[in-house]
């Protein structure tokens, strides 16, 4: 007898009919039978999607696929939720609600990965501008994650209990296509979900191995731009001016301060001027110069003060540069930002024990939060409890070399990253098949 349906009885919970009557776990050897099955269809769909990228805002093809395959395993699909979002539901009796969100947007990168399915397209951005295109974060074995999970899941109705809504969200590159789901009835016009699930592709982890975390696990991330205005005039006579390119100098390296002398040691958080633009020609001192910034922090107050500060040197030292109070730098905070993805502390250790359970020890460990940003944070801002866990990618031969030679493999957002396709996609679906199981009462049976 098993010990839960012992203590049941002692404690006169349930009856023994009750218990006889309950439904079967799932299996995980079931469970890998299908994966396994779907694989050499999945492989296809991935290479093809790796090879054609289409960028945020711009998913088309991508969102037709998702829709096609989800019509034909019985979902109710609506299409273009927040633009070109695509959400999927299908209700197999009583219980929760789950949400499964995979991305869909590649990157305006040119690839250099070398597999031979590597992308080649040249794609138009939402402004209609040309450029090369690539899936350099891996959102095309998301797709192929969700498609896969969603077959799985389909043949296994007699194992779960409840309503499954599963969301191909656009624009996740550019912290909008949540949001923009969101506003457009995500979770008014269908059925809001008891817990929401996500996962992502990781180049530092092993492929198949499976990253989890607690609380906070990707930072927030602001985007700020700087307007940074002077007098101009001529380069030979400096002094009937106030130099904003001088000026600009000062700021960056003033900037740098903030992290290290503002904020208590060992607090995490990240100030980034990633571009800086200024002047017209050598002999001319220009009006001004423009910097774009990424914040990134693990706390709202923490992120306050990384803006409050950036204001308050942008203003001193251009002030101290003697520049009028109607030049004085303009900063500007930018709408592209994310809120702090954070993990339901309690929601993510049980699945954690789920992974170990499917997967064993050995393809599941503790990550340690990144400052790299994640919209899906979105879908927690309304009391969903959350959980999103990384899907190793790498060849573990290359981990190991790096960790031997000290040189980094690929990162997510490289033009030469590619993942190890197969124990990807199968830990991809595996991980998100169990996680669901789990959540609508499976029970794994091995």
Same mark, same amino acid.
């Given at each position: 007898?098993? %010990? ?8 006169? /919970? ?11 776990? %799932? ?81 305006? /990168? ?8 590597? =992308?080649? +397209? ?17 959102? +095309? ?52 979900? +008891? ?11 092993? @492929? ?17 731009? /700087? ?32 992290? *290290? ?6 607090? @995490? ?16 001192? =220009? ?54 993805? *954070? ?18 020890? +050995?393809?599941?460990?503790? *990550? ?33 070399? =790096?960790?031997?030679?000290?040189? %980094?493999?690929? *990162? ?5 990253? @590619? %993942? ?27």
């Amino acid at each position: 007898m098993r %010990p839960a349906r012992f203590l049941a009885l002692l404690i006169g /919970i349930v009856s023994v009919s009750a218990l006889d009557a309950a439904p079967p776990g %799932p299996s995980a050897a079931l469970v890998k039978a299908k994966v396994d099955a779907e694989y050499p269809s999945l492989f296809g769909i991935y290479t093809n999607l790796h090879a054609h990228p289409e960028l945020s805002f711009m998913e088309v093809k991508t969102a037709a696929l998702v829709a096609g395959e989800l019509r034909a395993l019985g979902f109710t699909v609506t299409e273009k939720v927040g633009n070109t979002g695509v959400v999927g539901v299908l209700t197999n009796g009583v219980g929760p609600t789950v949400l499964v969100r995979a991305d869909m947007d590649g990157l305006p /990168i040119k690839e250099n990965s070398g597999v031979a399915y590597a =992308s080649t +397209d040249i794609v138009k951005d939402m402004s209609g501008k040309e450029q090369p295109a690539m899936h350099g974060c891996a959102h +095309d074995t998301h797709v192929t994650g969700l498609i896969g999970t969603a077959r799985t899941l389909a043949s296994m109705k007699d194992r779960w209990s409840g309503t499954l809504v599963l969301v191909a969200q656009p624009a996740e590159e550019i912290s909008a296509g949540a949001r923009a789901m969101l506003t457009d009835g995500l979770y008014t016009r269908f059925p809001k979900p +008891d817990y929401a699930l996500a996962l992502h592709t990781h180049s530092m982890l092993p @492929a198949g191995v499976i990253g989890h975390g607690e609380g906070p696990f990707l930072a927030s991330v602001n985007s700020v731009d /700087i307007q940074v205005r002077g007098v101009g005039g001529h380069g030979s006579a400096p002094h009937t001016t106030k130099d904003p390119v001088v000026l600009a100098a000062q700021i960056v390296l003033a900037l740098q301060t903030i992290v *290290s002398r503002e904020l208590k040691p060992g607090t @995490a958080a990240v100030v980034t001027v990633g571009t800086i633009h200024g002047g017209l020609k050598r002999n001319i001192i =220009s009006d001004e110069v423009k910097m774009e910034l990424t914040l990134r922090a693990f706390d709202d107050k923490v992120m306050a003060q990384l803006a409050a500060s950036i204001r308050r040197i942008c203003a001193g030292l251009a002030q101290a540069a003697g520049v009028p109070d109607d030049r004085l730098p303009i900063v500007t905070l930018m709408p592209e930002s994310t809120p702090v993805t *954070s993990n339901d502390p309690v929601f993510a250790r049980r699945l954690a024990g789920t992974f170990t359970e499917w997967l064993g020890s +050995d393809r599941v460990r503790l *990550s340690a939060p990144i400052t790299g940003g994640e919209d899906f944070s979105e879908f927690s801002r309304q009391g969903v409890p959350a959980c999103i866990w990384w899907v190793g990618a790498t060849d573990p031969a290359r981990i190991a070399e =790096s960790e031997r030679t000290g040189v %980094p493999v690929p *990162s997510n957002h490289s033009a030469t990253f @590619a %993942p190890v396709p197969e124990p990807t996609i199968k830990a991809c679906v595996t991980s998100m098949a169990a996680a669901v199981l789990e959540l609508m009462g499976g029970r794994v049976s091995q």
